[in-house]
């Protein structure tokens, strides 16, 4: 390839970010904030195994029951018949904006409780317990710098889902 011809294909992808850079914020705008990681309609969902007569929303499971008239939920036929998709959302979805990082760090991300219910609510339908894994069952870990890790990936993973 020339130097002008790499000059050129150079200016291109440039230009293609830029692109792409701008469509990117034009929908994080739309949608319920950057980094929010929520889809632009704020549903939240989990399938559940079991038919969809089987999962009653009235009667909603403690973790989501907690939230009272704060959030919506819904319930319908999962996607290729595979059980039951359970969604619920916030109604007061303003949160989502700028500072959604910071609450999320801070442990105070609306969003992310909303998520973590929604997980606990799968385990209680399924298996009728909120399963826990007990990270050190013999006593406290080593202050080694893997085990500070793993402990503070375990403090931060109740909210943030799979890490």
């Keep these: 390839m020339t130097s002008n011809q790499h000059g050129t294909a150079s200016l291109a992808a440039r230009a293609g970010g830029a692109v792409v850079?701008?469509?990117?914020?034009?929908?994080?705008h739309a949608g319920s904030?950057?980094?929010?990681?929520?889809?632009?309609?704020?549903w939240l969902a989990v399938t559940v195994l079991g038919e969809p007569s089987d999962v009653d929303a009235a009667p909603l499971p403690a973790?989501?029951?907690?939230y009272g008239d704060r959030i919506e939920v819904r319930t319908r036929q999962a996607p290729g018949g595979?059980?039951?998709e359970l969604a619920a959302r916030l109604r007061d979805r303003s949160s989502g904006g700028s500072g959604s990082t910071a609450r999320h760090l801070s442990g105070s991300d609306p969003q992310a409780d909303l998520r973590s219910a929604l997980r606990r609510a799968k385990q209680l339908l399924e298996v009728g317990e909120v399963l826990a894994v007990d990270p050190a069952p013999h006593g406290e870990r080593t202050a080694t710098p893997g085990g500070l890790l793993l402990e503070a990936w375990t403090r931060v993973a109740p909210k943030g889902g799979v890490r």
């Design 63 to 66: 973790p989501l029951a907690e």
């Design 82 to 84: 595979k059980g039951t």
């Design 21 to 28: 850079h701008g469509i990117r914020s034009v929908l994080d």
């Design 33 to 42: 904030g950057p980094g929010s990681g929520a889809p632009a309609s704020g």
